[in-house]
């Protein structure tokens, strides 16, 4: 199976910031890359897929970039709302599909 | 709008079974791939099954493997994870994802609330 390392796994950060998490993945898969964003307590929410596609209805204060083996997702001027746990997944068909280990932004 | 409920979740011993469900409603059941992702209490995600829009592809993780059968009934918009052999390593809230489209390993573009698995004797 594909592996997905995240990192940091941790991150502080205040309200304003600008932050970057990475995905690395341990071999090629292209674009097929989603971005999830879980708040304590509650389900999972897509924020991106296929890399660097914003879901409708999410902010554009969250980009994604990168293929290959390497992702990033960015949040530009960060808000309270965004204090949560970030999921890469990787869906590089017809692989099974795995996630990364999960980065928590935590408030400074 | 789409919404996933899930049910079946439990206590149950290991080596005993469980059968999970998830009705969809908001959306046209049988044009997606459906999906189980689970993660254990603290911990993260992880992708468990797929299923085709007509249960005729199907893929597993490898730690469900043999044990976990995935199965949907179109006509009622439902989505069944029946789980036999359970260990402790099952205890998990179990989520019902649905895919974008038809294709089989896809991003997850709606969840349901998850439904809480126990594992203990």
């Known amino acids: 199976d594909i592996q997905m390392t995240q990192s940091p796994s941790t991150l502080s950060a205040s309200v304003g910031d600008r932050v970057s998490i990475t995905c690395r993945a341990n071999?090629?898969?292209?674009?097929?890359l989603a971005w999830y964003q879980q708040t304590a307590g509650k389900a999972p929410k897509l924020l991106i897929y296929r890399a660097s596609n914003l879901k409708s209805g999410v902010s554009s204060r969250f980009s994604g970039s990168g293929s290959g083996t390497e992702f990033t997702l960015t949040i530009s001027g960060l808000q309270p709302d965004d204090f949560a746990t970030y999921y890469c997944?990787?869906?590089?068909?017809?692989?099974?599909?795995?996630f990364g280990q999960g980065t928590k932004i935590e408030i400074k | 709008e789409v919404q996933l409920v899930e049910s079946g979740g439990g206590l149950e011993r290991p080596g005993r079974s469980l059968r999970l469900s998830c009705v969809g409603s908001?959306?046209?059941?049988?044009?997606?791939?459906m999906h189980w992702v689970r993660q254990a209490p603290g911990r993260g995600l992880e992708w468990v099954s797929s299923?085709?829009?007509?249960?005729?592809?199907?893929v597993y993780a490898n730690s469900v493997k043999g044990r976990f059968i995935v199965s949907r009934d179109n006509a009622k918009s439902s989505l069944f994870l029946q789980m036999n052999s359970l260990r402790p390593e099952d205890t998990a809230l179990y989520y019902c994802a649905k895919g974008p489209s038809a294709t089989l390993m896809a991003y997850l573009d709606s969840w349901g609330q998850g439904t809480l698995v126990t594992v203990s004797s």
């Open positions: 299923i085709s829009w007509n249960g005729n592809n199907i």
């Open positions: 071999q090629s898969i292209n674009i097929w």
């Open positions: 997944q990787q869906y590089n068909g017809p692989s099974p599909s795995t």
């Open positions: 908001g959306f046209i059941f049988d044009d997606y791939v």
